[in-house]
C-alpha cells in the first residue's frame, strides 16, 4: 500500500502558464500582471530595459504603469550622458506609464 501522495511545487516558469488557456484569461490577466507591477530594472547599462520594451505587444504597453531603473555607475561614476533621452524614449513607448524611477544605485563601504 502507497502513503499519502506528496505535493511537488513546480518550477516557476509554469506559474504563467494559465495565461494559455484562452484568450479570455489571457486578457483578463494581461491587464492584472502589467498594470499592478513594478518593473524594476538593475544594471550596469540601459540595453534590457529597451530589450523588454522592445518585445512588448501594444497592448502591455499601454498597460505598464510603473518602472525603475537601478543604474549600477561604472568607475567613473555619475550617470551616463543618454539618461535624459532614455527617460523620454520610455515615456514616449509607454503610454500608460505614471511612475518612472531612474536612479544610481549607492555602494555602501
Not at 484569461?25 to 498594470?35: G, K, M, N, T
Not at 498597460?63 to 543618454?82: C, E, H, K
Request: net charge positive; glycine share 6%; proline share 6%.
Amino acid at each position: 500500500m502507497k502513503g499519502p501522495r506528496r505535493f511537488q511545487a513546480k518550477p516557476d516558469f509554469y506559474a504563467l502558464s494559465i495565461l494559455r488557456v484562452n484568450r479570455y484569461i489571457y486578457y483578463e490577466a494581461l491587464e492584472v500582471l502589467y498594470s499592478e507591477k513594478i518593473f524594476h530594472f538593475i544594471g550596469f547599462n540601459y540595453s534590457p530595459v529597451l530589450d523588454f520594451i522592445r518585445r512588448l505587444g501594444a497592448d502591455a504597453k499601454k498597460l505598464i504603469r510603473r518602472v525603475r531603473i537601478t543604474l549600477i555607475p561604472d568607475d567613473l561614476g555619475g550617470r551616463p550622458s543618454n539618461h535624459d533621452l532614455l527617460c523620454t524614449v520610455i515615456h514616449d513607448y509607454l503610454p500608460g506609464l505614471h511612475t518612472l524611477h531612474a536612479d544610481p544605485w549607492i555602494w555602501m563601504d
